[in-house]
C-alpha cells in the first residue's frame, strides 16, 4: 500500500511540474518574438555611437537624439517609427510619428547623402541645403539641372520650398539650434535631428547609418554595412598596439586673433590616439566650442612635431605662410611635417574628407599612421591627406 501511495504521489508531482512548464513556456516573456518576428520590447544595443538611442516595441521603433553637448541626458528629439499599415500605438505626446519607410527626405549635409548612397536610397532625396555643405558631385549637378530642390539650412531654410516637397523628414544638424526643429514643427514638417559629427569616437560617427537605416527600412543593411567598417578600423588601430614613441601634433588654424579647432572634432582627437599620437590641445575645453587662444596655440605649435587639418584649401605651405607669418615658428612647418585633409577632393575644389571621408574611417586612420609612423605602412598612398611642401 506504502508502494502505491509512494508511486502516486511521485506521479502527481510530474504532472504538477509539467503543468507548471507548459504555462511557463506558454507566457510571453519582455522579449517575445511576436507573429510577425520583431521584438516586442527590445533594447537595440550601440556600440559606439552616444547621441541616439533604439528601442523596438511591437514592430515599431523608438528612437530619441541627444545633442552634442556634454552631459546632455534630455533627448532634443524622440521618434516613433511606425512601418506603413501598421496601426499608430499609443505614444507619448512629445514623440514624432513617422511612417517608414520614409520615401521623400531632404538632407543638409554630405554626410547624410553619404549615407543614402551606401544604404542605395539615394532616389529618395528630393532637396538638399544647398552646395555650401554638400559637395557632392552627383547632387550638384542635380541642383544645377533642376532635379533636386535647394531648401537652404540653418535660419535660411526656405519653408515654402520644403512644404512644396512634402517630405516625410527633413534631417538637419542638431547645431543649428533649437529655433529651427520648433519652427518645422510647426509648419507640420518633421524634423530628423542629426548628431553625428559630435560623436567622440569615429565608429560612433559611422554608426549613424543605422540611425539613417531605422528611417529607411533597411535595418539590416545598416547594420551589415557598420560592421564591415567597424572591422577594418579597427584592424588598423591594432597596427599601432605596441607603439611606445607617440609624437605630438595640433590641429587646427588662426583666425581672427584666435585658434579655431572646427577641423579637429572629438572623433577625430580620438582617431589620433588610436594613431599613435599624442594631441597637445586634448585636455583643453575650447571656449565657444572650437576656439582657443591664440598664445596658447602658437606655444603648442613651436612644440608640436606635426600641425594637421590647416585652413581651408591650403596645398603649399606657401599658402598657409601667407595667412599668418607666425606659422613660420612652428615646428612642423621648419622640418617639413605639415599635412592637410584636401587629398582627395570634389569637382568644386572642396575636400571630400568631411561628405565622405568619415564613412570610412578606417582611410582616415590609415593615412595617420603612415604619417606618424610609416615604418607600419610600408607603401601606403594617402588617400583623404596631403604633405604640404
Not at 549637378?141 to 520650398?161: C, F, H, K, P, Q
Not at 535631428?193 to 531605422?214: C, K, N, T
Not at 588601430?237 to 581672427?256: D, S
Request: hydrophobic share 40%; proline share 4%; net charge positive.
Amino acid at each position: 500500500m506504502n508502494h502505491i501511495k509512494s508511486s502516486l504521489r511521485w506521479a502527481l508531482s510530474l504532472i504538477i511540474a509539467l503543468l507548471l512548464f507548459s504555462i511557463q513556456a506558454c507566457k510571453p516573456s519582455e522579449h517575445a518574438k511576436t507573429a510577425s518576428g520583431t521584438e516586442a520590447n527590445e533594447a537595440v544595443p550601440l556600440r559606439y555611437a552616444k547621441l541616439f538611442t533604439m528601442k523596438r516595441e511591437n514592430g515599431c521603433t523608438r528612437i530619441d537624439v541627444f545633442a552634442g553637448e556634454k552631459n546632455s541626458s534630455v533627448p532634443v528629439a524622440r521618434y516613433l517609427l511606425v512601418p506603413r499599415g501598421k496601426a499608430v500605438p499609443e505614444h507619448d505626446a512629445d514623440m514624432l510619428v513617422v511612417k517608414t519607410p520614409v520615401r521623400r527626405l531632404t538632407c543638409d549635409n554630405g554626410l547624410e547623402v553619404s549615407f543614402l548612397d551606401l544604404l542605395g536610397a539615394s532616389k529618395a532625396l528630393v532637396g538638399v541645403s544647398g552646395k555650401v555643405l554638400i559637395s557632392h558631385d552627383r547632387v550638384h549637378r542635380a541642383i544645377d539641372d533642376g532635379t533636386l530642390a535647394v531648401t537652404g539650412y540653418g535660419r535660411s531654410t526656405n519653408m515654402e520650398t520644403l512644404l512644396a516637397l512634402k517630405p516625410d523628414v527633413t534631417f538637419i544638424i542638431t547645431s543649428f539650434g533649437v529655433d529651427l526643429p520648433f519652427r518645422l514643427r510647426s509648419y507640420g514638417i518633421t524634423p530628423g535631428l542629426f548628431s553625428a559629427y559630435h560623436e567622440e569616437h569615429p565608429l560612433g560617427v559611422v554608426e549613424w547609418i543605422r540611425f539613417m537605416g531605422a528611417f529607411l527600412g533597411k535595418e539590416s543593411l545598416a547594420e551589415a554595412i557598420f560592421r564591415e567598417k567597424e572591422a577594418a578600423y579597427l584592424a588598423m588601430q591594432q597596427r599601432v598596439r605596441k607603439v611606445q614613441k607617440r609624437p605630438t601634433v595640433i590641429a587646427g588654424y588662426m583666425r581672427k586673433g584666435t585658434w579655431s579647432t572646427m577641423t579637429a572634432p572629438r572623433s577625430f582627437v580620438t582617431m589620433l590616439d588610436h594613431a599613435g599620437a599624442d594631441y597637445l590641445f586634448k585636455e583643453l575645453e575650447p571656449e565657444r566650442g572650437y576656439l582657443l587662444s591664440g598664445e596658447v596655440a602658437m606655444q603648442a605649435g613651436q612644440q608640436a612635431a606635426f600641425w594637421l587639418n590647416t585652413h581651408s584649401q591650403a596645398s603649399t605651405l606657401q599658402e598657409v605662410l601667407t595667412e599668418d607669418g607666425r606659422y613660420g615658428e612652428f615646428r612642423s612647418v621648419r622640418e617639413g611635417r605639415v599635412y592637410n585633409n584636401n587629398g582627395s577632393c570634389f569637382r568644386n575644389g572642396k575636400t571630400r574628407y568631411w561628405d565622405i571621408g568619415m564613412t570610412e574611417p578606417d582611410q582616415i586612420l590609415a593615412d595617420l599612421v603612415a604619417i606618424f609612423h610609416p615604418e607600419l605602412m610600408p607603401g601606403h598612398t594617402l588617400r583623404y591627406y596631403r604633405r604640404l611642401e
